[in-house]
């Protein structure tokens, strides 16, 4: 997030696209509810009538897929009716011409023919988001999870900018992170292409600086691969061995059947969890590790908050904590890891990562601190980009509308979205444990439009299959208000009916993200 | 602008346009006792306890509705305070099962009243929220006595119908925190005040079990109720003599971050509460997940060993022959085929801590940057 979850509530025009925050951000959704009660106006752009609009002034309905085209809509209306903020254009942005022209023609009547939202509407609702003196846009997967996903974030950032809303209390772009720690784990460098702070793996001064940190030579320059193209590779069989540590790809990866297989095909398959998940399950070897009740340590959260994480209680077994695992393997492999505690690894952290040097575990002792943090004396940053923008100007970039990398047809005629539900968590390793939330959430389900129920002669509930060209499952039906015709929701939670069996694994080029929430399927009666 | 103040048991008190008396008060940490203020909320007034005294005025007021003024004298402990206060406390104490032996009664009573309550809460417990609420301390600081105070008889039978929060009617003091909590501060508008705000019942949707009302059981209500009239189911099992350990962590689900409090007893998490209304990011609130899902933490399907795959099958190894294998295959692999045919999978769900060690392992020792975690998915 550009800016903090407090100042959600501080907003005067709140633009929700993509993220059903009441179910998988409820702490956050609060605080958007409670300013619509303090007459702040909420904007939901969502291909389902999540409960979010029950809220909301205006929600509007795009067909799957087509987010670059409203927002590019948005923008036609903006400049067309000379509400943008030419000042912030001027002194902070680059590249607004190319934008204009591009623009240019995305008119609210070629807007509705792809989005399927009125003409009236995006021109109605791009007034209000441009009126807004602090308009604040959130979003999470709904935006993503497309093979468009990278220029789909960029659009928004482009809305924002347009409106001069970045650096401003109660505006930025807010992605909501999923996971506890998924922020921290890209800021550590959990990814391929970056160290800590997310410095380049490719610059050599940022690789000296950890040859020597590490007292190491030749650290690899060549960038990584990324979760999705290691199962690509692993199926070629030219990646030989993983090693996966809390994660569960078996349920989570798209296109499962195709997932499995390559992980089956590794010739060393290493798994560290707390459970035997259905990836642990095809493990070579089986690492137990703790949990967060069992650990000291730091997670970051979505708005950049670094906070702790304190030991409550003692793990079972001989279960072990996760890094003084990975030491212990590092040592054997003769690369000596040994630190007395996680506070004495978040010091190297420190040492190396300007963003993070200047919080330590005694100033997070009762509140977090938001990075960069780059000194002791450094209050945090609560907002980002008030002056500038990381390269300096804020860059428009000039994106068309590109189709989803699959669409309905004769054959596959529904549109297939994939999300999560209230009560359970991913792969549902650790709340399906729990027997409350077992009983308010007890199994897979397929949530569809009662119009298509009754076109396509099934009564609710209802045990169905749903295929798509990549795989099968079988779930009931669930009529629901949420639905909009001609297109199903399932949660991905459920092993024994993975939504990811169907789902498509075309990525994005850029950010090598999954196409999750647009492919199709169709219905029919179980065999 | 000239700053107006207040004085409030001699002290002379800044204070801001609109707030009101107790708001003062308790921004300078003195102390009015209050049953049905929620912070963040808008006040209900309705249980009496935040009454004090203003100078030359004859009725006493209601600190949590009563705006400060210019000058205004504020008593907060005064004879007649007090009095008040206790008729307040006697009157909740009298409204339903407060069994903490608090309430006065005659010895034989007692027994009768104790039985009578311990068969309709179908446990040998005394109330669940024994040591842990807000009337039974305030009865005891003011020293109320109840002898010959009647009982009001609840005409509205303990709700179990859902896996997390039990709602006891018969222990309810009507003082609309959970509304508050539900419908001002988590907006999930789920439970009401029901038609008799006086005598009725707070209801969930048109006085259904909240399992068939809005409710997404975010347990809002249950932290905010001052007694044992909410209470999460898993609370009424622990153990009265054993001691409870509070640590405060942060939440392990989304990415909000949500500062919590575990309760740990014999190594066993039996409650998880919100760190508290002051605290960020979270301000007080948690959801389903983060207060209610933690029985994964002492599941008995945790793994307690490594495990090694003989013939197919998953064997129970030690941790020197599980490191030893995964420590030579590893450098097998790397020596056969190069560094980049292994990469590494580490996990949103580590510590940033282990993230670092992890990305270190895989660049340092195994030479690769096939470092990934499940960002995207």
């Known amino acids: 997030m550009t800016n903090s979850i407090q100042d959600i509530e501080t907003a005067d025009v709140i633009l ?38 029950q809220h909301g002034d205006i929600w509007l309905r795009q067909t799957l897929g087509t987010d670059i085209a409203w927002i590019n809509g948005f923008m036609h209306v903006i400049i067309k009716k000379n509400l943008y903020d030419k000042e912030f254009i001027k002194k902070r942005t680059e590249d607004f011409e190319e934008l204009k022209k591009t623009v240019l023609k995305y008119t609210p009547e070629y807007v509705e023919k792809i989005t399927g939202i009125s003409a009236n509407k995006i021109i109605e609702t791009a007034k209000i988001f441009a009126q807004a003196k602090k308009g604040c846009i959130l979003y999470c997967m709904g935006i993503t999870q497309h093979t468009c996903g990278t220029d789909n974030v960029k659009s928004l950032a482009n809305l924002s900018m347009l409106c001069g809303n970045i650096g401003l209390p109660g505006g930025g772009v807010n992605p909501l992170r999923g996971q506890n720690n998924v922020q921290g784990a890209c800021d550590m460098g959990g990814l391929p292409n970056v160290f800590t702070g997310y410095q380049k793996i490719d610059d050599d001064n940022v690789r000296k600086k950890y040859e020597t940190a590490w007292n190491v030579t030749e650290l690899s320059f060549k960038p990584g691969l990324v979760a999705t193209q290691m199962i690509e590779k692993a199926e070629k069989g030219e990646l030989k061995s993983l090693y996966i540590m809390g994660e569960n790809p078996m349920v989570s990866d798209p296109d499962l059947n195709h997932a499995e297989k390559a992980l089956k095909n590794l010739d060393f398959l290493v798994v560290q969890d707390i459970f035997l998940t259905e990836t642990a399950k095809i493990a070579d070897v089986v690492l ?35 890094w003084k695992i990975i030491c212990d393997i590092a040592s054997l492999m003769g690369y000596s890891m040994d630190y007395a505690d996680p506070e004495e690894i978040f010091e190297e952290i420190r040492e190396t990562t300007p963003s993070y040097k200047g919080i330590t575990w005694k100033r997070i002792e009762k509140q977090g601190l938001q990075w960069p943090c780059p000194t002791e004396d450094h209050p945090g940053t609560p907002i980002l980009h008030t002056e500038q923008f990381t390269r300096g100007k804020g860059l428009f970039h000039a994106i068309e509308h590109q189709d989803p990398a699959e669409l309905p047809d004769k054959n596959y005629p529904f549109m297939l979205t994939t999300g999560r539900v209230l009560y359970h968590y991913h792969t549902g390793t650790m709340t399906m444990k729990s027997k409350g939330l077992n009983t308010l959430s007890p199994e897979c389900f397929v949530e569809i439009s009662s119009n298509d129920v009754t076109k396509l002669g099934f009564k609710d509930k209802a045990m169905v299959e749903v295929l ?54 169709k219905i029919q009666r179980p065999a | ?163 997390f929060i ?45 399992k068939d009302s809005d409710c997404v059981f975010c347990g809002e209500c249950v932290e905010a109720c001052p007694v044992g009239a909410l209470v999460h189911e898993k609370s009424i099992k622990k153990q009265r003599s054993v001691k409870i350990e509070k640590t405060r962590t942060t939440c392990s689900f989304c990415g909000v971050g949500c500062q919590i409090e575990l309760s740990v007893q014999n190594n066993k998490i039996i409650n998880i509460n919100s760190a508290g209304r002051d605290i960020v990011p979270n301000n007080g609130s948690l959801c389903v997940k983060g ?39 590893f450098i097998s692999i790397k020596k056969e085929s190069g560094s980049d045919s292994i990469g590494v999978l580490t996990s949103a769900r580590f510590t940033n801590e282990e993230n670092y060690i992890a990305q270190k392992f895989a660049r340092a020792v195994l030479k690769t940057n096939n470092i990934d975690h499940c960002a995207r998915l």
């Open chain 1, 16 to 53: 929700a696209t993509g993220t059903n925050t009441t179910e998988n951000h409820p702490v956050i959704s609060s605080f958007i509810k409670r300013a619509c009660l303090k007459g702040t106006t909420l904007i939901v752009i969502d291909p389902r009538k999540i409960k979010l609009t």
């Open chain 1, 288 to 322: 137990p590790a703790n949990c967060f009740a069992e650990k000291n340590g730091t997670f970051s959260n979505t708005e950049r908050r670094v906070q702790r994480v304190r030991k409550a209680v003692n793990a079972p077994g001989s279960a072990k904590e996760d």
């Open chain 1, 468 to 521: 798509s060209r990549r795989g099968k499952i079988k779930a009931k039906l669930k009529i629901s208000s949420k639905a909009v015709d001609g297109t199903l929701f399932i949660p991905f939670h459920f092993a024994k009916a993975a939504a990811n069996k169907l789902t498509n694994a075309k990525l994005d080029p850029i950010a090598k993200i999954p196409e999750l929430k647009v492919c199709a399927v």
């Open chain 2, 1 to 163: 602008m000239k700053k107006e103040n207040i004085i409030i048991d001699d002290n002379k008190l800044e204070f801001n346009s609109g707030e009101t008396i107790l708001e003062v008060a308790h921004r300078n940490n003195i102390f009015i006792p209050t049953l049905c203020r929620l912070k963040g909320a808008s006040p209900t007034g309705r249980c009496g306890m935040c009454v004090v005294e203003i100078k030359d005025s004859d009725d006493l007021t209601r600190a949590c509705i009563t705006p400060a003024s210019n000058n205004m004298i504020i008593y907060t402990e005064s004879l007649k305070v007090i009095n008040k206060r206790k008729k307040a406390i006697t009157k909740l104490l009298s409204m339903g099962n407060h069994n903490c032996a608090i309430r006065d009664f005659h010895a034989k009573d007692w027994t009768s009243f104790q039985l009578k309550v311990l068969k309709k809460d179908a446990t040998d417990q005394l109330c669940p929220a024994w040591g842990d609420c807000e009337l039974q301390d305030l009865a005891y600081k003011y020293q109320v006595q109840t002898r010959d105070i009647p009982i009001s008889e609840s005409s509205f039978p303990i709700e179990r119908a859902n896996p």
């Open chain 2, 166 to 210: 039990i709602r006891d009617f018969s222990r309810c003091i009507l003082c609309g925190r959970c509304v508050k909590a539900c419908r001002e501060i988590q907006v999930n508008n789920a439970i009401d005040f029901g038609d008799n705000e006086t005598s009725g019942k707070i209801i969930a949707g048109s006085d259904v079990a909240l």
């Open chain 2, 291 to 329: 207060r209610f899902g933690f029985d994964f933490v002492n599941s008995s399907e945790r793994l307690t060993s490594p495990m090694i795959k003989k013939n197919g099958k998953l064997e129970t190894a030690t941790w020197e022959q599980a490191i030893d294998v995964v420590a030579s295959k």
